[in-house]
């Protein structure tokens, strides 16, 4: 067997990499804005890349603009602009980051954003429909929602084959004809179905590496904190989907990853704690957050993060590029629902999850800006305790806003929430 150190240029090639590939795209947004050009803004839930990269139209996602003024620690300069403007307190942070952005005319601390064109967005998140009036306000420019029948109950999906599956496809397809249409009126440029499938294929690598990846993080150690390089890998795929880079990318991270698990290299010195994470990250103090968790000796190995914020991806699915159109609004069908279950149906797929990854605790994170995300986490944990003897550690704060972010109590609940899976472990052992 290989020692762990035969291939040391390997290990951290991801992160390294998705970093360089992640300026690149922000460099090639604000070349794009510094020619004036206009680009399509999108959602994370749906990005529909696989046709907008068809029309070479830059693509934009405001919710990554946005928790990267939060990682950066300016996002309070922007929320105070916006509410100043006049938004509420209580909507968004992601909304009003953007808002405040487009009134500095893109202005954006790694770089400059280009204004909308166009904006695709689909129903996965209600407060999408209203941002994007806020462009449509603001820019008078085509706004294109995709409605992608969702979960009517959970476990009551239709699935492929089915008839009720083929009529919620055709229905997705149609309004892909739709934006293909209004793409072509403002570009200018005939729409190519052999480009889309050069697009698809390169997206089939993101596709088929992404539910690689997540499993390979049931290894012991755990070869990735699904927390902070799940956000660096989550903005490639994102920012990348349906591009060469993007697929190589996901190819050498599954080669990366799949190195440390054979050779036993983890993210901490010593994993003690296996836990999965629901909600959405607590960027005002993200490097904080994590450690007040790994000086525990705790990692993240699982998130749903990892499934919504994807759009999906989690979801086994290739694109057949014989049938592009009919697969791609397949596609859109089964990963758009995924992600939404994800979010709704969360205890279902955390008790999956857990059982799979080995975990030892799950900690909630409801925030005050995401109530798509957060509504339900409370009920959903209770439904999971029912289920499970499961170690839960329920905590509020924020992904944006730091007036509602307190370091010290959530250490004293995440301190307290690790002596109990210290005494559960003893008590573990002893019995
Ligand atoms: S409410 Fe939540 S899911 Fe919707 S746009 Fe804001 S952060 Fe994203």
């Known amino acids: 067997m290989n020692e762990p150190t035969s291939r040391p240029e390997i290990v951290g090639r991801g992160a390294r990499e998705g970093a360089r590939l992640f300026r690149e795209w922000f460099e090639g947004l604000s070349a794009a804005a510094e020619r004036n050009q ?80 166009l904006a695709v967005l689909t129903n996965a998140c209600n407060t999408y429909l209203k941002w994007a009036e806020i462009w449509e306000r603001m820019y008078s420019m085509p706004v294109v929602t995709i409605d992608v029948p969702g979960s009517r109950a959970d476990g009551t999906q239709a699935m492929p084959g089915s008839d009720g599956f083929e009529r919620d496809r055709k229905y997705v397809e149609a ?62 795929a994102n920012g990348l989907r349906g591009t060469e880079e993007g697929a190589r990318f996901f190819d050498d991270l599954v080669e990366e990853m799949g190195y440390k698990a054979e050779h036993g290299i983890g993210t901490l010195t010593e994993e003690l704690y296996r836990l999965l994470f629901v909600g959405v990250p607590c960027y005002p103090i993200f490097r904080r957050f994590n450690e007040m968790f790994s000086e525990w000796g705790g990692t993240f190995v699982g998130s749903t993060y990892l499934l919504f914020a994807s759009g999906g991806a989690n979801y086994p699915f290739q ?41 030892d605790g799950v900690v909630y994170h409801p925030i005050k ?5 957060s509504t339900g986490l409370a009920d959903g944990r209770r439904a999971l305790i029912a289920k499970r003897d499961m170690a839960t550690l329920f905590i509020e704060s924020d992904m944006m806003d730091r007036r509602v972010v307190s370091e010290a109590q959530l250490k004293n609940r995440i301190d307290a929430f690790f002596e109990g899976l210290a005494s559960r472990k003893h008590r573990a052992l002893v019995q």
């Open 38 to 117: 206009t680009a399509a803004y999108v959602f994370v839930m749906g990005s529909l890349a696989e046709i907008l990269r068809v029309f070479d139209l830059p693509v934009v996602f405001p919710e990554i603009n946005s928790l990267q003024t939060a990682v950066r620690h300016v996002a309070h300069e922007y929320l105070n602009e916006a509410e100043d403007y006049g938004y509420s307190t209580d909507i968004c942070g992601y909304v009003k980051a953007d808002v405040a952005l487009q009134l500095r005319g893109g202005d954006h601390p790694m770089g400059r954003v280009p204004k909308p064109g």
């Open 319 to 359: 694109y057949d590029l014989k049938k592009p159109m009919e697969s791609l609004s397949a596609g859109v069908l089964l990963t758009v629902r995924a992600a939404m279950d994800s979010m709704f149906y969360q205890d279902r797929v955390l008790l999956e999850m857990a059982e799979r990854m080995h975990a």
């Open 369 to 373: 800006s995401c109530r798509t995300v």
């Open 175 to 236: 309004q892909l004809h739709e934006l293909i249409e209004i793409c072509e009126n403002i570009t200018g440029i005939k729409f190519d179905i052999d480009r889309l499938r050069e697009v698809l294929g390169h997206a089939n690598g993101v596709l088929r590496a992404w539910p690689k990846l997540v499993e390979l993080n049931s290894a012991r150690p755990s070869v990735f904190n699904a927390l902070t390089e799940g956000t660096v890998y989550l903005g490639v």
